[in-house]
């Protein structure tokens, strides 16, 4: 085996440590509250099954099939008059921008998990504003939980694929499942258990709109970390052998699964407290810790156990983000990968601080443009242009440039030609079509109610 490969089982976690991440645990069941459950959730897993999985394939295709940087990848696999493709090195800003809102909001998890064992809310109210005080004056205490999450991420990456990646996703991802499967046993004997599992899986059509289509198209790239080349990344350092869609399709399924397990939990939790799901961001700051501290002492473990856990998936995921980036810079700009993995860090650490100071009463004001914050512009820019824009480059080029044979060899053997045709009509078509409508409508040009 290569020394700085990933083992098999080293890969499906490391890539199901970068899907499962704050997407799962915090924003899908906030949007899920919002989009008022049901007809929501089944949209969201045909959408992740049925385009989402397509480009996972896609990317797991391209990246073990050079086992290079992205760059490279798309140089070698294009043909020479397409050297175009190279300039797919765009989506390294991606997760640039993404790194920065995502450390700051690693850095709230931090806090909260300090707080669970100093001080929980004790109402909703009190909640609130412990929240927003937080967020807009204390920039002292983010400011420190940030640098460390960078220091952590960084020194990771540094120690590269087996020794810093692979062991991180070893210990974290496990340990993660465990602790989301105690949280479960508990949701399961609480009252609002049944109601959680009515909200999450009834169809429900009063909240849920054609815009709901687009917010689940959308999170379906974000959750599986599809559309800026961090996942084919990650398969570059694959063992040759490796059965592609299977090792794909158990991550897609580990994903999927624990954004329903981190549903029905916060769901249970929300409605024995008689609260409504539909709070938006606030679930997990704000409504959440009022709840934990209602419980008492039980309270205060299981707030412990949940923000742990929401940090394992986040520092997991923060990792892959930057993964890209790094391995560019040593296999094609000769950088050690400790200066590269510490020049890129620290490029995302300073431009996130404006990103962190942006959500501050001292300085919001100049770090407003138009409607939104920096932390607003760079969520919406990635997770609504930049990503679904990456994947519908990625899907053309799989479908429309690469050759036929290669896609036809990677994929056939392991699963016949039913699904080998059924996967490429979603690359060819599918996934192109749902992308450019979700950008149509992220742009205004179409309004969906
Ligand atoms: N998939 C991660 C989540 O659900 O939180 C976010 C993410 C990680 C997006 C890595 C993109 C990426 F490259």
Not at 210 to 235: K, P, R
Not at 377 to 383: G, K, P, Q, R, V
Not at 430 to 444: N, Q, W
């Amino acid at each position: 085996m290569h020394k700085n490969r990933f083992s098999r089982i080293g890969f499906i976690l490391a890539a199901a440590g970068s899907a499962v991440g704050l997407g799962n645990i915090w924003k899908f069941p906030y949007i899920t509250g919002d989009n008022g459950g049901g007809v929501f959730v089944l949209v969201y897993i045909a959408t992740v099954f049925l385009i989402g999985m397509s480009i996972f394939i896609g990317e797991v295709l391209l990246g073990s099939s050079t086992n290079k940087n992205a760059v490279t990848t798309f140089e070698t696999l294009a043909p020479k008059e397409k050297q175009y493709w190279k300039y797919t090195g765009f989506t390294f800003l991606t997760g640039l921008l993404i790194l920065t809102f995502y450390c700051v909001v690693i850095a709230w998890i931090f806090n909260y998990i300090v707080m669970s064992v100093t001080a929980l809310p004790t109402s909703f109210k009190e909640s609130e504003e412990i929240f927003m005080s937080f967020l807009k004056e204390d920039i002292y205490t983010q400011f420190i939980y940030y640098t460390l999450t960078f220091i952590m991420v960084a020194y990771t990456i540094s120690k590269g694929v087996k020794k810093g990646i692979e062991k991180l996703n070893n210990i974290l991802m496990p340990s993660l499942i465990g602790i989301l499967v105690i949280l479960l046993i508990y949701s399961i004997q609480l009252d609002g258990f049944m109601k959680a599992v009515d909200f999450m899986f009834m169809p429900n059509f009063d909240k849920f709109h054609s815009s709901s289509i687009i917010v689940a198209v959308g999170h379906a790239f974000f959750t599986l970390s599809i559309g800026m080349v961090t996942i084919l990344t990650y398969a570059a350092s694959l063992d040759k052998n490796t059965n592609i869609v299977k090792a794909s399709a158990i991550v897609v399924i580990m994903d999927t699964v624990i954004a329903i397990m981190a549903g029905l939990v916060i769901f249970s939790i929300t409605f024995t407290a008689g609260q409504e799901p539909s709070k938006g961001p606030g679930l997990a700051f704000i409504i959440l810790p009022a709840i934990f501290h209602e419980m008492g002492t039980i309270g205060i473990f299981l707030s412990l156990l949940f923000f742990i856990a929401l940090a394992f998936a986040a520092i997991t995921s923060a990792v892959s983000i930057i993964e890209p980036a790094v391995m560019y810079l040593v296999e094609r700009r000769n950088v050690s990968r400790q200066k590269a993995t510490y020049g890129v860090a620290l490029f995302a650490y300073i431009l996130g601080i404006f990103v962190l100071l942006s959500n501050t009463s001292a300085f919001s004001e100049s770090l407003t443009f138009g409607s939104k914050n920096l932390f607003d512009w760079f969520d919406f820019i990635s997770s609504a242009i930049l990503l679904p824009f990456g994947g519908i480059m990625i899907a053309i080029f799989i479908g429309y440039v690469l050759d036929k044979e290669i896609l036809r060899k990677a994929i056939v053997p392991y699963t016949g030609e039913v699904f080998y045709r059924i996967w490429l009509f979603s690359i060819k078509y599918l996934a192109p079509f749902a992308v450019f409508v979700l950008m149509l409508k992220e742009s205004g040009i179409i309004t969906l109610n």
